[in-house]
């Protein structure tokens, strides 16, 4: 007889990427509870799951009471709402109130950054784990950092670089860009985190080929506060290719227009901006969404001068993020994760292992030009806990 899969609370069920997580949990028949702010919607969703789910939640973001009841009905709350400036207090502190853990999809760094740091002691004191950013942004690079840095002790630094091609956004993700160019970003400098700063900059990064040499810009890169959690480690630069943001002729203004677009989004016209992308669909149709290739390049320099340099690789950032955050609700739920508080995705999930498990969604790494399963051959492959993330 198996074992009864634990109940699942997801909360923003009715976005573009909430509707990706609940049909990956659905396909893996995890008991449901669809929670939002609007019923209507989330019948609308449940009506499209084969099995239908355990319960609908209207539970407004205001609404304290209602929240914590809908996070009590599970062992695990997603939180699929962005932006998180906006949602993310609000459902991680009824996650905590109820004695619920908690995911989200978040790529905001300034969020990741609070649940790592002011909300870490009444998440410990809820006895629950919290992992901000288990999706695309930025799972893979938060593990490959361990991987590459980890085995070398003591950094210097850690250089993270992005290169995604063929990316269009949701209007979820071009709203949490809103809130994430509004200069609240920081930087991992001397061993502390401070603010990012305005200054444009000029530089270039060497990703590995067909890529080559790309023009980057600054990235307000989740990595920047995850990875001192789980790594010993001076100094952190993240990078973005300017293709990336922007392809075609407007790349190379990217790294001038970031300042300007900083100040210009603490005026007025960051609310007109937002009811603008209101009028945007949804997000990419699928075939566009899964076509989406993305590369991160992660150099770790020791700080006795050795150095180590980690690839990965994937598709499909959307589909990706679904696939991810369904592994991490399942190992939270049934007890895979021992660690409290806010963790950084390498601090939660072995990293190696959730890299070398989600070879089948096509993501492959390497380090140093060996190859991720190879390398963990040589370092002793252990067994994975639940599909893809290990605890
Ligand atoms: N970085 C990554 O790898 C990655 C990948 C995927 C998603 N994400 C992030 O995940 C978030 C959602 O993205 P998406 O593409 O799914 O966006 P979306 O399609 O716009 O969906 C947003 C969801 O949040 C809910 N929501 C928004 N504001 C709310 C509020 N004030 N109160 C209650 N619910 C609220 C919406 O509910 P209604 O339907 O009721 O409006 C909807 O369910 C974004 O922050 C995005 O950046 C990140």
Not at 4 to 21: D, E
Not at 181 to 189: F, S
Not at 327 to 351: C, K, M, N
Request: net charge neutral; glycine share 12%; aromatic share 4%.
């Amino acid at each position: 007889m198996s074992t009864p899969q634990p109940t699942v609370v997801v909360y923003g069920a009715t976005g573009y990427t909430g509707k990706l997580v609940v049909a990956e949990l659905a396909a893996r028949s995890v008991p449901l509870v669809l929670a939002g702010r609007s019923a209507e919607r989330l019948r609308a969703v449940a009506a499209t799951l084969p099995d239908g789910v355990e319960a609908i939640v209207e539970a407004p973001i205001d609404d304290h009471a209602a929240l914590q009841g809908a996070a009590g009905r599970g062992s695990v709350v997603v939180n699929c709402a962005g932006p998180f400036a906006r949602t993310g207090t609000a459902v991680l502190r009824a996650a905590a109130a109820a004695g619920a853990h908690y995911v989200d999809t978040t790529g905001e760094q300034d969020w990741i950054a609070r649940v790592l740091g002011e909300h870490d002691a009444e998440l410990r004191a809820a006895d629950v784990a919290a992992v901000p950013g288990m999706g695309f942004d930025y799972l893979p690079g938060d593990l490959l950092c361990n991987v590459v840095g980890a085995p070398l002790g003591p950094l210097r630094r850690l250089d993270v670089a992005y290169h995604v091609e063929g990316f269009g956004m949701t209007r979820g993700t071009q709203r949490s860009a809103l809130e994430m160019l509004d200069g609240r970003d920081v930087v991992y400098e001397d061993g502390a985190l401070k603010p990012g700063g305005t200054k444009p900059l000029r530089a270039s990064v060497e990703f590995p080929a067909p890529i080559g040499r790309r023009t980057v810009g600054r990235y307000p890169a989740g990595e920047v506060v995850t990875a001192p959690k789980h790594l010993d480690v001076r100094t952190i630069a993240a990078r973005i290719s300017t293709v990336s943001i922007a392809p075609g002729p407007a790349a190379p203004l990217v790294p001038y227009a970031t300042p300007v677009v900083a100040r210009l989004l603490r005026t007025p016209l960051k609310g007109l901006i937002d009811r603008a992308i209101e009028r945007l669909p949804e997000g990419p149709p699928e075939d566009e969404r899964r076509a989406v290739r993305w590369t991160i390049l992660v150099t770790a320099t020791a700080e006795d001068g050795g150095s180590s340099t980690g690839v990965v690789r994937g598709p499909d950032i959307y589909g990706l993020t679904a696939r991810t955050i369904s592994d991490a609700a399942q190992a939270l739920g049934s007890g895979a994760v021992t660690a409290r508080g806010g963790l950084a995705p390498a601090q939660a999930f072995d990293a190696r292992r959730t890299l070398d498990a989600l070879a089948d969604f096509g993501v492959t790494y390497e380090v140093d030009g060996v190859a991720g399963a190879a390398t963990a051959a040589t370092a002793g492959a252990a067994t994975t806990t639940s599909r893809g993330v290990s605890a």
